[in-house]
């Protein structure tokens, strides 16, 4: 847990309280938090996490400032996040799940947080996934954020993906991908692609271009 500025989607450059949850479902290539994952199978709690009760947490954020609370992984859903998120509604935060979309959440969860950040998968990860997010109807806000490494061959991926779902487009936003060592060109050939051929917003992760592979920051 750590408090900062959130770096990216709709609510880039806003204070925010991150609690980062261990473990995830999927592998992909170009992930930029491998510690939350790789080895899960034998990690060790205590080492590679801790495990703590909603009360617990809730205590520990209590000391930062910001009204927000990120939550993110790994694939946070993977969590029983359910009763943390209701009582951090109950004292009055407003809640951010970032999510890679694999995991429908329940109802209760969906009517509870506020912002949903969902980051779809395409073969640029390394493997294809069959998505349905037909769910994404019933939350009160949510943006999808596509990183992409390669502009030409991702972008027509991602219209496919969006038309094929029939997604609005002023609910994409774009970003390169945060593992390339040479950050800003990349940021600056997806902008510069975005420009010319299409109308989708492309953001950078504001973290990674001010503090680079930096943890908890
Ligand atoms: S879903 Fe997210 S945390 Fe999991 S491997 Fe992919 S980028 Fe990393």
Redesign the pocket.
């Known amino acids: 847990m750590f408090e900062s500025i959130q770096g990216e989607g709709n609510v880039i450059g806003r204070p925010s309280i991150f609690v980062r949850m261990y473990g995830?479902n999927?592998?992909?290539s170009w992930?930029d938090?491998?510690y939350?994952?790789v080895g899960q199978e034998r990690a060790k709690e205590g080492i590679d996490y801790a495990r703590m009760s909603s009360k617990q947490i809730l205590q520990e954020i209590s000391e930062f400032d910001a009204s927000l609370v990120t939550i993110t992984?790994?694939?946070p859903l993977l969590q029983p996040v359910e009763h943390l998120i209701k009582s951090l509604v109950n004292a009055g935060y407003e809640v951010l799940i970032e999510t890679?979309g694999t995991i429908k959440p329940s109802k209760e969860l969906r009517k509870l947080v506020s912002i949903w950040s969902v980051?779809p998968?395409t073969s640029n990860?390394g493997f294809s996934i069959k998505y349905n997010l037909e769910w994404l109807q019933n939350v009160r806000d949510y943006y999808l954020k596509f990183v992409v490494v390669n502009p030409r061959e991702d972008v027509k991926e991602i219209l496919s993906f969006l038309q094929q779902r029939n997604i609005d487009h002023s609910k994409v936003i774009l970003q390169p991908d945060g593992t390339n060592e040479d950050y800003v060109n990349a940021l600056r050939d997806l902008m510069d692609f975005a420009k010319e051929e299409l109308q989708l917003r492309v953001l950078p992760q504001l973290h990674r271009l001010v503090w680079g592979h930096k943890r908890a920051i």
């Open positions: 995830c999927l592998t992909c992930c938090t491998k939350s994952w992984g790994g694939e890679n980051s998968k990860a």
